[in-house]
C-alpha cells in the first residue's frame, strides 16, 4: 500500500466498549504511534475505513487502539483479523542508511553486476541484522543486511545493489 505503513492486525476486542487488541509490527510504537491521528484499516487487500485514532496503550507485543466509530465489542469483533496502517507522513526522517521496512518491501533486487534477484518481500528481525526476503520465479535468497551484502539502496528507483556472498545462492 503505497505511502502507508503497517502499525498491526487486530487479534480481538479488548474490553467492552470497542477497544482492538492488535498484534504490533512496530519495534518501538511509543516513537510512532503518538504522531498517528488516522488509521485505515484493510481485509484482504481492500480498504475498509479511514478511522480518527482517540487513543493508545502499549501492551507487550501488542497496543491496544481506541478508534473513533468503533463503540462496543460487536463492531470490534466484525474488525478482526483488518490490518491496520498509517499514512507514512507520520513517520520521522530517519539517518542517512537507516530504513523503514516499507520503504524497502517491494524494492526491486539486483546484483552488482546487473543480474535480476527478484523483489525483496519480507524483512526478518534477527537479533544481530535483519535479513531481507527477496523472491523471483526461481525461488527465494535470503540476504543480510550487513554492509558486506548490502551496496546502494535507491529509494526514488525502488532499486537495492547487493553482493551475494558465497553459500546465498
Known amino acids: 500500500m503505497e505511502g502507508f505503513f503497517e502499525i498491526g492486525r ?16 512496530l519495534l518501538e510504537p511509543e516513537k510512532i504511534l503518538p ?6 484499516l484493510s481485509r484482504a487487500g481492500e480498504w475498509q475505513g479511514v478511522y480518527g485514532l482517540k487513543e493508545w496503550h502499549r501492551q507487550g507485543n501488542f497496543v491496544v487502539l481506541e478508534i473513533e466509530k468503533i463503540v462496543d465489542i460487536e463492531a470490534a469483533k466484525a474488525l478482526v483479523g483488518c ?3 498509517g499514512e507514512r507522513e507520520y513517520l520521522e526522517p530517519l539517518p542517512e ?14 546484483t552488482e553486476e546487473g ?16 535479513v531481507y526476503v527477496c523472491t523471483s520465479e526461481t525461488g527465494e535468497i535470503l540476504i543480510p543486511a550487513i554492509a ?8 526514488t528507483s525502488r532499486r537495492m545493489v547487493v553482493r551475494l556472498l558465497p553459500g546465498l545462492r
Open 115 to 130: 543480474e535480476a534477484i527478484g523483489l525483496l518481500r519480507a524483512v526478518l528481525p534477527t537479533g544481530s541484522n535483519d
Open 35 to 40: 504522531r498517528v491521528r488516522e488509521v485505515v
Open 148 to 155: 558486506d551484502c548490502i551496496r546502494e539502496v535507491d529509494r
Open 97 to 110: 542508511g537507516e530504513y523503514y521496512w516499507c520503504e524497502l518491501i517491494g524494492m526491486e533486487v539486483v
Open 10 to 25: 487486530i487479534v480481538k476486542p479488548h474490553g467492552l466498549r470497542g477497544r482492538l487488541k492488535v498484534r504490533s509490527y
Open 83 to 85: 490490518l491496520v496502517w
